[in-house]
């Protein structure tokens, strides 16, 4: 669905199904035997009191949208979206567009320029072509003598009959000259568009990926694929319809019009008039259409996002039936967004029609004038149908020019938000690392000193760049974990055991004291040396779209075939990778679909053990295993965690018991540590989990085990 309708995608819409968006926002009235009245819903039963209203229709997020833009600047983008800035914010000025797609091209300046400089030389040629209606109408085809340079200087003769044929053969010459030229430039302005397609592509993609964690989790998947597929990929298009295109019309114009004062200066007074209509025209309507645009990408971000998250959680669409209520919140977006579509087509066809009106009017205008100078004997008729012909080749570029304006706008729109999105900080962009790291000299000691942490949280309505904290979840950590030592994190659901691994592996900095690799503060290692040195296997594993094998070699791009055999092995992964038909090379789908949760989850363990890390984060890593699959992996993994600095979350005894120590969490407060003997003689929180692990019977429903 379309920004700005979020909280409303799923009441009562699917009651009248798909009626109320056949017409484009005709309210959905009810059928027959049907009352939707107050007294009929007086006498339903009650309904939960928090539920939220009704679903509005397309038409009434629409009106809500128009009432909202005529209180606005017509320079202000008002809807909301998930890669957006403030409501109401300012666009940027063309001028700041100009100069950022500017510095785009920096590199392939030179070609730009020869490209305009080939098309200069076409355009110029092309210049050539009514001046040749003149001369074969006055000097060749009516007879009259014409000036000493056709007749003496070239020695052409008096023959018309070999004149009109070289005249004829020099057109053909000139004009393909001029398309060679013309195509040549155009051959490399669209080479150069296609890599700054990629290339613009490639940055976004690699500045987004470096964003912060919470910041990458607040943008919808299908809202990020829009941005690279439609925003960035029509940035590009602006070589052509900002730089290209313009600069043709511009030497076309000049070019023109330089002729047309060497013919008749009055002629050239009243051509200039069309000049201040393009100034005009810009400025009070093309300019105001750019917001349009932005709100149009705004809302194609949200209903993509929309289509990527239904797709991707089917299995719970379907497993509460609720295909038809997704497909009317997919239907209703587009009807929004197809009306604002509409709104933007008519405030570009209306100026597409104006200019439709002047073409024949200046045209009718030349007419009257050159025709009334031709029968008072002050023009010859060569320079009318000269004059007619230059002035269409004025009016064409001109009229293509204003027509593709409205495309400019909406490109330029699409630029807006890949910049918005390329001036959101990166990760840690704040910090700056001072230390190098040698992977071969690192021991894997991790502390923790004083650490608070508590996650960022976006304000509403406000910029990405405006941040404040929740609550803290994380409160004065002190834990010193020696190199090879495993700590097991225990405590209730909520406690901060993930928060704490979160910190362990730097998707997060403390909000408050600091956590170091022997002895150095985190902050002062570059984050991808640091991550470098990291194996992770989450409880929610997360598999690509390919085969078994490029799934475990993701950990190490240089692994060997056999290489991925033994940490498959070491998995407990290998028997069932070779009771697939295509064994390793079998691919899984997407997120791993066509394997089992247990399956998944040994291929992970399989992928961090190649990773050889000398940091591993276990965080619930065999919860989708049977026992005895457990039990094989626990065997393989004891001697890959005797080596390793490892923080195991997990609530299973044969997990728990063996670590070296076990830290025991509760409200984000580290509350007890200790061996499993000694939290067990000590008879505290954790024995009391302890006991009510093995006697659910009498466990608290409140102390769920995380």
Known sequence: MGAGAQGEWWHSSESCGLREETQLGELCHPGPGKRHNSESRATRAPTISHMPPRTRSSRQR????????????????????????????RSRTWWTLAKAFWALLRGHRWTVALALLTLTASVAFGLLLPFSTKVAIDYIITDAPGPVIIDDALGLGTDRSRLLWMLSIAIVVVSVVSVGLAMWGRWQTTRLTKRLQVKLRREVFDHAVRLPLHRVQSIKTGGVASVLREDAGGTAELLFSMIYNPWRAIVTLFGGLTILAIVDWRLLAGSLIVIPLVYLSHRTWIAGIRPIYRDIRSSRSGIDAHATEAFGGMRVVRGFNRQRGETNRFTFGNHYMARQEILAWWRSRLLEVAWAV????????????????????????????????????????????????????????????????????????????????DPARVAGRLTFERVSFAYPRMRRGRSPHAEEANPPVIHAIDLDVRPGETIALVGPSGAGKTTLCNLAARFYDPTEGRVLLDGVDLREIPVTDYRALLGIVEQDVFLFDGTIAQNI??????????????????????????????????????????????????????????????????????????????????????????????????????????????????????????????????????????????????????????
């Open 358 to 437: 002047a073409i024949p009017t200046a045209t009718a205008a030349v007419i009257l004038y050159a025709g009334h100078a031709y029968m008072r004997g002050e023009v010859q008729i060569g320079d009318i149908a000269m004059f007619i012909g230059y002035l269409m080749m004025l009016l064409g570029p001109l009229e293509a020019l204003v027509g593709s304006a409205t495309n400019i706008q909406n490109q330029l729109a699409g630029f807006d938000r890949v910049l918005d999105l390329r001036d959101e900080p990166t990760e840690f962009a704040g910090t700056a690392a001072t230390r190098t790291l």
């Open 553 to 706: 070699a993701y950990a190490r791009r240089d692994a060997s075939e056999d290489d991925v055999r033994r940490a498959a092995e070491v998995a407990n992964a290998a028997g069932f990778i070779g009771a697939l038909e295509d064994g390793y090379r079998t691919r899984i789908g997407e997120r791993g679909v066509r394997l089992s949760g247990g399956q998944k989850q040994r291929i992970a363990i399989a992928r961090a053990v190649l990773a050889d890390p000398k940091i591993l984060i276990l965080d619930e890593a065999t919860s989708s295993l049977d026992s005895e699959s457990e039990q094989l992996i626990q065997q393989s993994l004891e001697g890959l965690l005797k080596t390793r600095t490892s923080f195991v979350i997990a609530h299973r005894l044969s997990t728990v018991r063996h670590a070296d120590r076990i830290v025991v969490l509760e409200d984000g407060r580290m509350i007890e540590v200790g061996t499993h003997e000694e939290l067990l003689a000590k008879d505290g929180r954790y024995a009391e989990l302890l006991r009510m692990q093995l006697d659910p019977k009498n466990a608290k429903p409140t102390l769920t085990e995380a």
């Open 62 to 89: 629409y009106q809500n949208y128009r009432d909202r833009r005529k209180q606005t600047s017509i320079h202000e983008a008002v809807d909301e979206t998930t890669i957006e800035k403030k409501a109401g914010q």
